[in-house]
């Protein structure tokens, strides 16, 4: 049987997430924020480091529409959302131009280790067992939520029983995936319903299938779930999981590019770009105040 062991993160910002978001509209966020080379960054670059393109910082970010990590611009052939803006400040202060390549949410663990990408941004939590095979520097702390239909009879679900016979959205491979397969383990051992995992990645679908009363649920990322409360009103959110998690810029164990990327990252912070992002995308609720390289990640383990 498995367990989540709470991970606590000293120095996030730990407030909600802004959900106010009749102002929050992705067309007004399709202008670059940029910001100039950052020396002390560069200088952190292992020598003779080979970027995956030369000249270029190269990073697998979702291909999905999940507003406000990562979504299509109004040319639909632009990425735009919260990801792809934190990985522009990183190219800017590394002194790179950024090459962002849409990919699957499975294929970027071999992406990174065949070395296809330089690094990825897919809202990835960092966990002790992804430590293993990859280094991380951190960039929000992130929370997952539990969302259903704005007219749904469901008013919470804030513990595992509450998940107990109800057919709930989780994309596979996730963290929200492993919480929610735990739980469910535990109720059937009580004589609990089953939970009836949906698993759509695609976000498109996954509203879809909520909206139509396909699926009860969805557990996805926190800031997706205000995103869509605010914008369109059709959802609501009645819950979280259990932890909070560090996201992080993900490269290949040991390559040495976590110290630059967590440089560029803190001069972000400190230059207030940063910030600006969090802002337009209703994700400074998830700020951290510091990156960090490879910090403690969530652990499961044997009870």
Known sequence: MKQVIIVALAGAVLAAPATGA???DASHNETPITMAANPQAIAKIPAG???VHPGYLTVATSANNSPPIGLWASDNKTLIGSDPDIARLLADSLGLKLRLVPAAWEDWPLGITAGRYDVAMFNIAVTEERKQKFDFATYRADNHAFAVKADSKISAIRRREDVA???????????QERILLSWDEKNRAQGL???????LNDDASATLALLSGRADASFGPQAMAAWK??????????GHG???????????KGNGLDVALQQAINGAIAGGQYHQVLARWGEEGEAVEISQVNPPGIVYQDN
Do not use: D, E
């Open 22 to 24: 009749q102002q929050l």
């Open 49 to 51: 480091f080979h970027f």
């Open 165 to 175: 016979g109800k057919r709930i959205i989780v994309g596979s491979g996730t963290n």
């Open 193 to 199: 319903a089953p939970v009836q995992p949906i698993y």
């Open 229 to 238: 409360v605010a914008s369109r009103g059709q959802t609501k959110i009645v």
């Open 242 to 252: 259990p932890f909070r998690a560090w996201v992080a810029v993900t490269t290949k």
